[in-house]
T-cell receptor
Framework: DQQVKQNSPSLSVQEGRISILNCDYT??????FLWYKKYPAEGPTFLISISSIKDKNEDGRFTVFLNKSAKHLSLHIVPSQPGDSAVYFCAASLGRNFGNEKLTFGTGTRLTIIP | GAGVSQSPSNKVTEKGKDVELRCDPI?????LYWYRQSLGQGLEFLIY????????KSGLPSDRFSAERTGGSVSTLTIQRTQQEDSAVYLCASSLRKEETQYFGPGTRLLVL
């Protein structure tokens, strides 16, 4: 049972345009959400996170949006750069009060930025 | 300023053999986690250590899997009598405290023939 779903295995975006990566979850107890980025032969690296008390968190070119009623979050990258080409994983946890240590990951979306 | 390191980077073994995977967390990090990523799957939580507390083993898929963390630092994940379905990338992560961001190592790619 996949509690965190990334339905697009791959996405190609022109350099300079906006990249939008989507993630859906089924467990309404999830309270904290993260995005990780992974290059080949490397471990995932933390990108940005959002708590359920917010609907938006922004960090430079990266913005994460959370729609709790729809159990949906998205990562926006603007403008997209060639170095953004990687696999992006969405992850969720029960929040800091209930075990933030157990992250549940999606299957990832491979983003390719076309120069 | 080393990050999380894991060894070996790749391991090929025969079905039925035991394997040991090693993780060196970031110095000073009290929490350590093991995940695995099977082909086409997301990362799957296996086990979690926090300081001197008993580990959370709730993600271990069978009793063939075990892990220990010696001296609150290095951790070893052991898989006994490996099966082909154990083939995956095994990732270790550490965090300063359990509620903090997890930093991942590069992983060990295990192939069971």
């Amino acid at each position: 049972d996949q509690q965190v779903k990334q339905n697009s295995p791959s996405l190609s975006v022109q350099e300079g345009r906006i990249s939008i990566l989507n993630c859906d979850y089924t467990n309404s107890m999830f309270d904290y959400f993260l995005w990780y980025k992974k290059y080949p032969a490397e471990g995932p690296t933390f990108l940005i996170s959002i708590s359920s008390i917010k609907d938006k968190n922004e960090d430079g070119r990266f913005t994460v949006f959370l729609n709790k009623s729809a159990k949906h979050l998205s990562l926006h990258i603007v403008p997209s750069q060639p170095g953004d080409s990687a696999v992006y994983f969405c992850a969720a946890s029960l929040g800091r009060n209930f075990g933030n240590e157990k992250l549940t990951f999606g299957t990832g979306t491979r983003l390719t930025i076309i120069p | 300023g080393a990050g999380v390191s894991q060894s070996p980077s790749n391991k090929v073994t025969e079905k039925g053999k035991d394997v040991e995977l090693r993780c060196d967390p970031i110095s000073g990090h009290t929490a350590l986690y093991w995940y695995r990523q099977s082909l086409g799957q997301g990362l799957e939580f296996l086990i979690y250590f926090q300081g001197n507390s008993a580990p959370d083993k709730s993600g271990l898929p069978s009793d063939r899997f075990s892990a220990e963390r010696t001296g609150g630092s290095v951790s070893t994940l052991t898989i006994q009598r490996t099966q082909q379905e154990d083939s995956a990338v095994y990732l270790c992560a550490s965090s300063l405290r359990k509620e903090e961001t997890q930093y991942f190592g590069p992983g060990t790619r295990l192939l069971v023939l």
